[in-house]
């Protein structure tokens, strides 16, 4: 079984963070206190490509890990 180093997956906890914050936002952008704002309704339209946006970039961090490691296995062997 293939093990990974825990720094490298502690690399994309502020990315997870991050999309935490952006969820609970939403939520708190869709009471009915904020229905008036047309600023609200834009914010909300673009929370979820910028979740997107955040995945596409933690999958480049990941890889570019992975590549990284399997670098080092390869010079090792």
């Not at 963070?17 to 047309?38: E, P, R």
């Not at 609200?40 to 946006?53: H, I, K, V």
């Amino acid at each position: 079984m293939k093990t990974h180093s825990a720094k490298k997956e502690l690399i994309l906890l502020p990315i997870l963070f991050i999309v935490i914050i952006l969820c609970v936002a939403g939520h708190f952008l869709l009471q009915a206190s904020f229905a008036d704002s047309n600023l609200t309704e834009y914010l909300l339209a673009a929370l979820p490509f910028a979740m997107f946006g955040l995945v596409i970039i933690a999958f480049k961090i990941a890889s570019k890990s992975e590549d990284k490691e399997r670098a080092e296995h390869s010079d090792h062997d």
